[in-house]
Antibody
Framework: QVQLQESGPGLVKPSETLSLTCTVS????????WSWIRQPPGKGLEWIGY???????KYSPSLKSRITISVDTSKNQFSLKLNSVTAADTAVYYC??????????????????WGQGTTVTVSS | QSVLTQPPSASGTPGQRVTISCSGS????????VNWYQQLPGTAPKLLIF???QRPSGVPDRFFGSKSGTSASLAISGLQSEDEADYYC????????????FGGGTKLTVL
């Protein structure tokens, strides 16, 4: 059974770069989409972006200028970097797996496996 | 502001049937499939419905998803106390090279 685990600093200073890693265990990264989603305190879910196991990416238009998602299939990990953070980037960050879909290229169905989430606070 | 519109709250008594709506547009729900997530307090979201009306293994058939035009609905029958949670719809939006959008979420209270 595939499991995901986020890791990274829980506190980041304003204007610095937030870096998180998601480790995939119990299965292969092949043929799946690997996503990042976040949830500010008391608010709803926001999709950040994904990376396909082969390296193709899609990003949220509102965050595109600040984010990079990368993958290392040899380590069964994928990572998120969000630069120039502000207090508005304070959130629980989740990694998740997308189900490959047939209806459009590089789209996926729902995200069927999620990590437990990691809280990142942006503060000096 | 979410592009997919959900009612902020819904409620029902045990055994009842409740429906949660999700309204979008031609660039998202009108062109792509809809997924629903359940988020119990303090936990990660769980996929409840994908591809409009398919349930992942382990999701009870009390949960039913449907889509018509630019709107979708999640129906929960035989409401149980453990169904009290936040529910989110999600879909791809074809604008700006394609991205996933979520509804604002609906807090379901079991009275």
């Amino acid at each position: 059974q595939v499991q995901l685990q986020e890791s990274g600093p829980g506190l980041v200073k304003p204007s610095e770069t937030l870096s998180l890693t998601c480790t995939v265990s119990g299965g292969s990264m092949s043929n799946h989409y690997w996503s990042w989603i976040r949830q500010p305190p008391g608010k709803g879910l926001e999709w950040i972006g994904y990376i396909y196991y082969s390296g193709n990416t899609k990003y949220s238009p509102s965050l595109k200028s600040r984010i990079t998602i990368s993958v290392d299939t040899s380590k069964n990990q994928f990572s998120l970097k969000l630069n120039s953070v502000t207090a508005a980037d304070t959130a629980v960050y989740y990694c998740a797996r997308g189900i490959p879909a047939a209806f459009k290229p590089y789209y996926y169905y729902g995200m069927d496996v999620w990590g437990q989430g990691t809280t990142v606070t942006v503060s000096s | 502001q979410s592009v997919l519109t959900q009612p902020p709250s819904a409620s029902g008594t045990p055994g009842q049937r409740v429906t949660i709506s999700c309204s979008g547009s031609s660039s998202n729900i009108g062109s792509n499939t809809v997924n629903w997530y359940q988020q119990l307090p303090g936990t990660a979201p769980k996929l409840l419905i994908f591809n409009n009306n398919q349930r992942p293994s382990g999701v009870p058939d009390r949960f039913f998803g449907s889509k018509s035009g630019t709107s979708a609905s999640l129906a929960i029958s035989g409401l149980q106390s453990e169904d009290e949670a936040d529910y989110y719809c999600a879909a791809w939006d074809d604008s700006l090279n394609g991205h996933v959008i979520f509804g604002g979420g609906t807090k379901l209270t079991v009275l």
